[in-house]
């Protein structure tokens, strides 16, 4: 008689765990679901953190303040490696685009002591990441310049709670799965440093699971890629860089169906209207 109950309040156990087992692996399966089936918001981009006081390409906080407050939620920003291994929001260290032009590599304490005395403030990541912090509706979409997987490695590693504030640009392809496998569920393919073709570029794509979008320049359009993903049916959010004319912007959402436009000036709360006149 004691055996009998004894073994069915063990059953009753073990029917519970089974039960909450199967509960916790769906709801993470779930998860898991709708965050890889999360898509790229309609949103313009700031370039390099967006123009602030005339300036452009500063990635600097001032810059990512002043633009938050007039609405943008997406900036990108270049990141490269100081001599001592330490990556700081810059454009290149031989960049002709960056206001400073700088005879060589710097340490990390050598580029913040020549900052202390200038009226910007480019940021660290660690600063940059205390930023994404404060501002948790925001999103940096990183450009790294040089050692791109070792950065996006130490990023995730460093800062594993915001890597969904964090959409990396890729170069190549081939680091695609890579990314991904770091912990990012978005992934921007920048095509500026890819020099295959159309149907090179719809043969990689058909590769890779979503979400995750494409970028590059107006050249690429007139190339007819848009026309070339298209006639695949591959309806992939395509961003333009680097765009400044709202006019110009409004042309190719309407002959293109472009997403948006990375740009330094444009205003993000101005849309286009595509029916007619802007």
Not at 8 to 28: K, P, T
Not at 65 to 90: H, P, Q
Not at 183 to 190: A, E, F, K, M
């Amino acid at each position: 008689m004691l055996v009998k109950k004894l073994n069915r309040v063990l059953n009753s156990y073990l029917f519970a765990l089974i039960f909450l087992s199967v509960a916790v692996i769906s709801f993470v399966l779930l998860f898991y679901l709708m965050a890889r089936d999360r898509q790229f918001d309609s949103q313009r981009i700031a370039h390099a953190g967006g123009a602030y006081m005339g300036l452009s390409v500063t990635n600097s906080l001032e810059a990512l303040e002043y633009n938050y407050a007039k609405g943008y939620r997406y900036f990108e920003i270049d990141l490269s490696f100081t001599s001592d291994n330490y990556l700081v929001c810059i454009h290149g260290w031989k960049s002709k685009k960056s206001p400073t032009v700088w005879g060589g590599v710097p340490t990390q304490s050598e580029f913040l002591e020549y900052f202390a005395s200038q009226p910007l403030t480019p940021c660290t990541l660690s600063s940059l990441m205390r930023w994404l912090e404060r501002h948790s509706d925001a999103t940096v979409i990183t450009d790294v310049k040089q050692s791109e997987l070792i950065a996006l490695g130490d990023i995730a590693y460093q800062f594993p709670n915001l890597l969904n504030q964090i959409i990396p640009q890729i170069y190549l392809p081939s680091d695609f799965n890579t990314v991904r496998a770091m912990g990012y569920d978005r992934v921007i393919w920048t095509l500026y440093r890819f020099d295959g073709s159309n149907e090179d570029v719809v043969n990689q794509v058909r590769e890779f699971s979503p979400p995750f979008a494409l970028v590059f320049s107006i050249s690429r359009l007139n190339d007819g890629l848009i026309r070339a993903l298209r006639k695949q049916n591959l309806n992939i959010p395509i961003y333009v860089h680097t765009i400044n004319d709202m006019g110009k912007m409004c042309l190719l959402k309407s002959g293109f169906q472009i997403y948006e436009v990375f740009t330094d000036v444009l205003d993000p709360s101005v849309q286009c209207d595509l029916s007619g006149a802007q």
